[in-house]
């Protein structure tokens, strides 16, 4: 299907650029809703492929720059111009990442998981990225293992063993942050620590 689309954008450019030296004149003024109908066929293109993806089909985003390019090259645009960039294309391609926000996976985890002391003191914990807010905290979880394995000791300031084992438990599971929350249920597979708490 792609391939017949860019076929047919190729005969349209030939048509266009095989013009009289006065029609090409015309061509080269070409307004606005004719780099809209640019836009909009590299549009069409994406959206075929975004559903062709979602049902199981094989996309090549390079086959759609391609086509994409060759529209506003028709139209005579330039494909290199910022100003002739097409937003809604970049983010279905998701090559244009920085109007997008970022998606992190987060564990939720009931503070009792932690003794109370701990717990209450996990925004000083050296060497640890931790956001405390009102009915909790946010703990960074190293992206590497080996930043794990190099947090302080308790007895330097550092995490405790259980924390470090909580630490390790959310990186099996590919998560980014923990989220500890008093609202938030035990789970029965982890330590509990409720006597600690008052």
Known sequence: MIRLLVALLVKLKAFCFTAKP??????AGVDAVQKNKALRVAQMLVDAYVIAESDG???DWSDIDAAHALALEVCGFDA???DDHNPAMAAATGKDAKN???IVEMMELSPLHLLQAEYQGLGAVYGLTAYP???GCLVLVPADDIEIHLLPRQEDGGPSDELISLIWYAYARGVQWIKFDRDVKPVSSLPV???SWV
């Open 100 to 102: 997008e926000p970022g």
């Open 133 to 135: 807010f009102t009915y």
């Open 57 to 59: 089909g094989s996309v």
């Open 80 to 82: 290199d111009d910022p």
């Open 22 to 27: 006065d029609e090409q004149d015309e061509i």
């Open 193 to 195: 620590f409720k006597d």
